[in-house]
């Protein structure tokens, strides 16, 4: 078993390609890091210049969005999903 | 470009946004690159007529939906319940899909809507500030 991450289509050059990786269990920020050292372009977009996740990046586990739950210090564990997501939003002002 | 979009999944479209009225609606649109094949009416978590985010749950089962579909988000799509369907600051600003098309769909006549498609081009998707391109619509 394992974490799946699923990988949005502008990000997927930065990671051959893949719509998903398999990742170890854990805190998501040793997870996002240990990605990071494998898609230095992956972690180049996931964060901002801050080290904190990117404003207008959403990281799910299970759905829920991260920020809702601890953030970069959430677990996560053996058959957990994360998805990265770009923000989506808009309106008419 | 253009995108085609299927006369019923169009009407879907703005019949998901008349209902959504007096708020606005969103939704994706999956298909082959410039093609709608399935629609994804989502939730406006924003409940708001002035902004929407679409709910997270269904948000993510419409891009896993696309994924396993082999599709692309070829479309996606917001109304604006009282405004040209033109894109908002905001809109520019909160565009980070380089490749789908946003349209917008105007309900200033609510019998009539006027819908309109863009791409939101950016140096690095993540900008704020972009280029408008507008996207001939093709409705068969």
Redesign the interface.
């Known amino acids: 078993m394992s974490v799946t991450v699923n990988i949005p289509a502008v990000l997927r050059p930065a990671v051959g390609g893949s719509k998903s990786l398999e990742a170890d269990p854990g805190q998501l920020r040793d997870l996002l890091g240990n990605l990071g050292e494998q898609y230095p372009a992956l972690k180049q977009q996931v964060f901002g210049e801050d080290g904190g996740l990117h404003k207008f990046v959403n990281l799910y586990v299970n759905d829920e969005d991260v920020r809702y739950l601890e953030g970069l210090d959430t677990k996560v564990g053996d058959g957990d999903t994360v998805a990265i997501l770009p923000a989506v939003a808009g309106g008419a002002l | 470009m253009k995108l085609t979009i299927p006369k019923d999944i169009y009407d879907q479209m703005i019949q998901h946004c008349k209902d959504g009225f007096p708020n606005?609606a969103?939704g994706f649109l999956g298909g082959p690159p410039g093609s709608v094949e399935r629609h994804y009416p989502l939730p406006n978590a924003?409940a708001?007529?002035?902004?929407?985010?679409?709910g997270?749950?269904e948000?993510?089962a419409a891009?896993?939906d696309i994924?396993e579909h082999d599709l692309?988000?070829v479309g996606?799509y917001?109304s604006?319940?009282?405004?040209a369907p033109k894109?908002?600051?905001?809109?520019v600003r909160?565009?980070?899909?380089?490749?789908s098309v946003?349209l917008i769909v105007s309900l200033m006549d609510m019998e009539s809507p006027e819908t309109k498609g863009y791409l939101i081009k950016k140096a690095d998707?993540?900008d704020e500030a972009g280029d408008v391109i507008e996207v001939d619509l093709v409705i068969s």
């Open positions: 606005e969103c924003a708001s007529p002035v902004y929407y985010r679409p997270d749950k948000m993510i891009v896993n994924d692309e988000l996606i917001h604006h319940v009282a405004s894109p908002s600051p905001t809109d909160e565009a980070h899909y380089p490749d946003y998707w993540r």
